[in-house]
């Protein structure tokens, strides 16, 4: 199992443009979440899909929108980009659903390597 | 709103030595608190988390609700230990995964 893979690793936008950065989650997972890091500081949740649709939501603006497939797999777009959105856009799945449709789970994250964006 | 604070960005310490990592937290309800640790070149992972009552690679964290704390302890630090260290918040019986990070902790431990 690869685990939790994300794509791709490093891309270089401008102000204004849209990027879409990709998430496969980790096998037998079905929730997917993405974080923002940026530098010298820690993660901040930007939203959780399950069952293709948006669950939670932090603060973070509607540039920030996302998408998850029947396979589970996410994607994370962001429109409008702004110097501030530099950063390291990480993805997570965990099984939070089983927990949704009263089983029990693992309690677990586990993160990707990350997609590290630079906009100019 | 709920917060987490590490009061210290770098903490350096001899192997050997005890190791203290700081986590305080401000939140109303009752939160779950983890640990999550990352090495050299190797993605976020959990260490442990407060429910599971665990001691992970030597490491353990009691939650003082009165203190608002979750403060990551080790006896005896190993050169191995050496890593970035977040601790982390989730919003209370929801099984949330809508986690709320403070800025984490480099540690380093001193041949």
């Known amino acids: 199992d690869a685990g939790v893979t994300q794509s791709p690793t490093h891309l270089i936008k401008t102000r204004g443009q849209q990027v879409t950065l990709r998430c496969s989650p980790k096998?037998?997972?079905?929730?997917v979440s993405w974080y923002q890091q940026a530098l010298g500081q820690g993660p901040q949740f930007i939203f959780q899909?399950?069952?293709?649709?948006?669950?939670q939501r932090g603060n973070f603006p509607d540039r920030f929108s996302g998408h998850q497939f029947p396979n589970y797999s996410s994607e994370l777009n962001v429109n409008a980009l702004l110097l501030g959105d530099s950063a390291l856009y990480l993805c997570?799945?965990?099984?939070?659903?089983?927990?949704?449709?009263?089983?029990?789970?693992?309690?677990?994250?586990?993160f990707g390597e990350g997609s590290r964006l630079t906009v100019l | 709103a709920q917060r987490v604070t590490q009061p210290e960005k770098l903490l350096s310490v001899f192997k050997g030595a005890p190791v203290e990592l700081k986590c305080n937290y401000s939140?109303?309800?009752?939160?779950?608190l983890f640990w999550y640790v990352q090495y050299s070149r190797q993605r976020l992972q959990l260490l442990l988390r407060?429910?599971s009552r665990e001691s992970i690679k030597g490491f353990t964290a009691d939650l003082n609700k009165g203190e608002t704390s979750f403060h990551l302890k080790k006896p005896f630090a190993q050169e191995e230990d050496s890593a970035m260290y977040y601790c982390?918040?989730?919003?209370?019986?929801?099984?949330?995964?809508?986690?709320?990070f403070g800025k984490g902790t480099k540690l380093s431990v001193i041949p």
């Open positions: 899909y399950y069952e293709e649709e948006e669950r």
């Open positions: 939140y109303s309800g009752s939160p779950e």
């Open positions: 982390a918040l989730s919003l209370s019986g929801a099984g949330s995964y809508q986690l709320t």
């Open positions: 407060h429910i």
């Open positions: 096998s037998g997972h079905d929730t």
């Open positions: 997570a799945s965990s099984d939070w659903g089983l927990w949704a449709s009263g089983g029990s789970n693992t309690g677990e994250l586990f």
